[in-house]
């Protein structure tokens, strides 16, 4: 007998979590328990009375929504789009799909390339980010087994600052970039001469885009 099919979609941990913590909880210790919704007049939940908590809380702010705004130019926020969504065609990714690839890391001969490793624990790529961690105002990237998490907690502390973003985003596509001109082309770019494209390129994005 097949399983019933998933009507409704499975939210993103990262989001619901996000949902959760932007509810301020209140706890009453005298009298017994009962259950009442704080942010409606009849104590009853809804959907409504929970959203406007929310914005009114000024943290419901979804990170796909960030992604849409930035200024750079619709390719880039594609390729964003894809990988933040693990679509990206990574050795690991292709792995899945059965593809023939050459395993490891072009960057740095690791043995498996996936998005976590390419994106942020890859050795140069982290070098790049050293770099340039002054004109991104840049905090360390959190700890996370999942890319998509610690590319989205980062946008959403840059979700204020619209220049930070723009440069963020160039350096995710400058990787990419990277990445792919050593596997098709072997051609290669020290981190420096990447960081200079990124600031140059990111200048030009924020500006005309």
Not at 65 to 82: A, E, H, M, Q, S
Not at 170 to 183: F, G, Q, T, Y
Request: glycine share 4%; hydrophobic share 45%.
């Amino acid at each position: 007998m097949s399983s019933l099919p998933q009507l409704i979609p499975r939210p993103c941990d990262m989001e619901t979590q996000w949902v959760i913590d932007g509810i301020p909880s209140h706890l009453q210790s005298a009298g017994g328990d009962t259950i009442f919704w704080r942010w409606s007049a009849n104590g009853l939940f809804s959907v409504s009375s929970t959203y406007m908590a929310l914005s009114k809380a000024g943290k419901f702010v979804s990170p796909h929504n960030i992604l849409w705004k930035i200024k750079i130019p619709p390719n880039i926020k594609l390729f964003l789009y894809l990988l933040l969504n693990d679509r990206i065609l990574t050795q690991s990714q292709l792995a899945k799909r059965n593809i023939a690839f050459t395993p490891g890391c072009s960057m740095c001969n690791a043995l498996m390339e996936d998005s976590l490793h390419l994106f942020v624990m890859c050795p140069y790529v982290c070098e790049l980010w050293n770099i340039l961690r002054f004109s991104l105002h840049l905090q360390q990237f959190s700890n996370s087994h999942s890319c998509k998490l610690s590319l989205l907690q980062t946008m959403q502390r840059f979700k204020d600052n619209p220049a930070s973003l723009v440069y963020f985003a160039s350096a995710l596509w400058a990787v990419w970039i990277e990445r792919n001109n050593r596997v098709f082309t072997a051609s290669y770019r020290d981190t420096r001469t990447m960081a200079l494209w990124v600031q140059e390129e990111g200048r030009n994005f924020f500006n005309h885009c």
